[in-house]
Nanobody
Framework: QVQLVESGGGLVQAGGSLRLSCAAS????????MGWFRQAPGKEREFVAT????????YYADAVKGRFTISRDNAKNTLYLQMNNLKPEDTAVYYC?????????????????WGQGTQVTVSS
């Protein structure tokens, strides 16, 4: 069992920045990728970003490319999402997730463990 605990969410004005953190505990995956997803009211959970175990490979949703940066610190068992130039449409509950897959993936089904979710609200 892998436990994922998120922090860093909150209320921010459009154009502002937030950094989300996700601390992992319990059993981890040596070659597993990690990712961020988000879910807005009335919408399905959507992919945001993913990163390989080494951090060498990343992949972003078009909606956040150029504004968000995913990173990880394996020594600290922590995943990060730096969010810059936030827009009201970024408002959602953000979830971190862990996968046993080797390659970065935007597929929900590829992720086995999920955090509790943290609310990000961007006001105009």
């Amino acid at each position: 069992q892998v436990q994922l605990v998120e922090s860093g969410g909150g209320l921010v004005q459009a154009g502002g920045s937030l950094r989300l953190s996700c601390a992992a505990s319990g059993r981890t995956f040596s070659s597993g990728v990690m990712g961020w997803f988000r879910q807005a009211p009335g919408k399905e959970r959507e992919f945001v970003a993913t990163i390989s175990w080494s951090g060498s490979y990343t992949y972003y949703a078009d909606a956040v490319k150029g504004r968000f940066t995913i990173s990880r610190d394996n020594a600290k068992n922590t995943l990060y999402l730096q969010m810059n130039n936030l827009k009201p449409e970024d408002t959602a509950v953000y979830y971190c997730a862990a996968s046993s897959k080797v390659f970065v993936s935007s597929r929900y089904a590829d992720y086995n463990y999920w955090g509790q979710g943290t609310q990000v609200t961007v006001s105009s």
